[in-house]
């Protein structure tokens, strides 16, 4: 069983700026993942053509089951708003996480966090860049209860805040969410934390030790599959972990192989 995560940056290519729908089939694809978490993922957003990006890839991975979390109602880094239920946005560009799998899933469950109350200082690379004050968005994690070969899992997937301690504080919050859900668990996802602090804040075993950014020469670890150490007895091995450069986006995916 292959477990993959991905920061798709809504499924843009540095190299020319576009959102390819193809491009971006053929890079999904390429991860054969058996369970892929989404990050950056739009819905129905001018940039990225008014794609479902989510559905794109669970056609890509001939995968049955999927499911897009909004966290927002508009475009970050220019007009949103909080969503007020599950069901608002349709019919509006949404942006958040995504969740395909190909095994059955039995229920669904999303959890809201707060954006950080404060703006935070954040360097934008390029002309006209530097440090910037921005407003943090609200975040989402979206969950879902499998039945996989190795017997029920729950997975996860989310993208926690960029501002520095609201993030470890959404971290507990996402523990606590998903501890009341069926064990073993695990959370796969951009939590904006690197490697060391994501594990001492969860206590959660990682499943895979690689840097995922920036792409082109990856330095630090920001993608994360974390494993919930109650019940990981009956998780398979680890066999294999990979970070295979992409077409699209900032991020690697992450790839871990499990059995």
Request: charged share 20%.
């Given at each position: 069983?292959?477990?993959?995560?991905?920061?798709?940056?809504?499924?843009?290519?540095?190299?020319?700026?576009?959102?390819?729908?193809?491009?971006?089939?053929?890079?999904?694809?390429?991860?054969?993942?058996?369970?892929?978490?989404?990050?950056?993922?739009?819905?129905?957003?001018?940039?990225?053509?008014?794609?479902?990006?989510?559905?794109?890839?669970?056609?890509?991975?001939?995968?049955?089951?999927?499911?897009?979390?909004?966290?927002?109602?508009?475009?970050?880094?220019?007009?949103?708003?909080?969503?007020?239920?599950?069901?608002?946005?349709?019919?509006?560009?949404?942006?958040?996480?995504?969740?395909?799998?190909?095994h059955p899933v039995r229920a669904w469950r999303v959890t809201r966090l707060r954006p950080a109350p404060v703006r935070s200082p954040i360097?934008v690379p390029g002309p006209g860049g530097g440090l910037v004050l921005l407003r943090d968005e609200p975040r989402v994690v979206l969950a879902?209860?499998?039945?996989?070969?190795?017997?029920?899992?729950?997975?996860?997937?989310?993208?926690?805040?960029?501002?520095?301690?609201?993030?470890?504080?959404?971290?507990?919050?996402?523990?606590?969410?998903?501890?009341?859900l069926p064990a073993p668990r695990i959370l796969l996802g951009d939590l904006n934390l690197p490697a060391g602090p994501a594990r001492l804040?969860?206590?959660?075993?990682?499943?895979?030790?690689?840097?995922?950014?920036?792409?082109?020469?990856?330095?630090?670890?920001?993608?994360?599959?974390?494993?919930?150490?109650?019940?990981?007895?009956?998780?398979?091995?680890?066999?294999?972990?990979?970070?295979?450069?992409?077409?699209?986006?900032?991020?690697?995916?992450?790839?871990?192989?499990?059995?």
């Amino acid at each position: 069983m292959r477990l993959a995560t991905f920061n798709l940056l809504h499924g843009r290519s540095l190299t020319d700026g576009l959102v390819d729908p193809d491009r971006l089939t053929a890079a999904v694809r390429a991860l054969d993942a058996d369970v892929l978490a989404l990050q950056e993922v739009d819905r129905d957003q001018s940039r990225s053509g008014k794609l479902d990006l989510t559905a794109i890839a669970a056609r890509a991975l001939d995968a049955p089951e999927h499911r897009f979390a909004a966290a927002v109602v508009g475009t970050p880094g220019e007009a949103f708003r909080p969503l007020t239920h599950d069901d608002d946005g349709h019919g509006e560009p949404c942006y958040g996480v995504g969740l395909v799998s190909r095994h059955p899933v039995r229920a669904w469950r999303v959890t809201r966090l707060r954006p950080a109350p404060v703006r935070s200082p954040i360097y934008v690379p390029g002309p006209g860049g530097g440090l910037v004050l921005l407003r943090d968005e609200p975040r989402v994690v979206l969950a879902a209860a499998l039945d996989t070969p190795y017997g029920p899992l729950t997975v996860a997937a989310t993208h926690l805040s960029f501002v520095p301690g609201w993030n470890a504080h959404q971290l507990r919050q996402v523990v606590r969410a998903l501890r009341t859900l069926p064990a073993p668990r695990i959370l796969l996802g951009d939590l904006n934390l690197p490697a060391g602090p994501a594990r001492l804040l969860t206590g959660w075993r990682p499943l895979g030790r690689r840097p995922t950014y920036p792409a082109a020469a990856p330095r630090v670890q920001l993608d994360h599959v974390l494993a919930d150490r109650q019940a990981q007895r009956r998780l398979p091995p680890v066999t294999a972990v990979d970070t295979p450069l992409s077409t699209i986006s900032d991020h690697r995916p992450l790839l871990v192989d499990l059995g």
